[in-house]
């Protein structure tokens, strides 16, 4: 993929950022440009995305042949475990902060003296995200 092509995507997707939301906060008060944002934003993205997938099946691809000659499957393996590592203890460690932070700020509303006890529930719940990402470091070292 030559640099004119990288650029004109990636132009191609900020524009896609701008222009809907800036439509959106600058534009007229009505129900009207709603619509207009969000299909504006559809349009661009899945622009976008059939750019993409243009470029990336049109031509030759021979980088790809000797990525895949040179990589096995066991770090192919190793990657997504990592990113299943990263992905789900963030995911169970934003469930746990959903529900120890609402109910600590409902006790902190009632009793302020309950502040630091609270904080350390929210902050036991944060450090699950915090030990995916160690062990996801601890899987790419080993590739």
């Known amino acids: 993929m030559t640099l004119t092509v990288r650029l004109i995507l990636i132009v191609a997707l900020v524009f896609s950022i701008i222009i809907p939301f800036g439509y959106y906060l600058i534009g007229e008060k009505n129900r009207g440009r709603y619509k207009c944002a969000l299909a504006a934003n559809v349009f661009f993205f899945f622009g976008a995305c059939l750019v993409a997938s243009i470029m990336m099946f049109a031509g030759p691809n021979v980088q790809a042949a000797d990525a895949a000659a040179s990589a096995s499957t066991a770090t192919g393996l190793g990657y997504i475990a990592a ?7 963030c995911i169970g460690g934003g469930i746990a902060v959903a529900s120890a932070a609402s109910a600590a700020l409902g006790a902190i509303s009632e009793d302020s003296s309950v502040l630091g006890k609270s904080l350390i529930f929210v902050g036991l719940a944060e450090g699950v995200c ?8 601890m899987i790419l070292g080993q590739l």
Do not use: K, N, Q, R
């Not at 915090?130 to 470091?137: A, D, P, Q, R, V």
């Open 83 to 89: 990113a299943l590592v990263t992905g789900l203890s």
């Open 130 to 137: 915090l030990y995916g990402l160690i062990i996801s470091f």
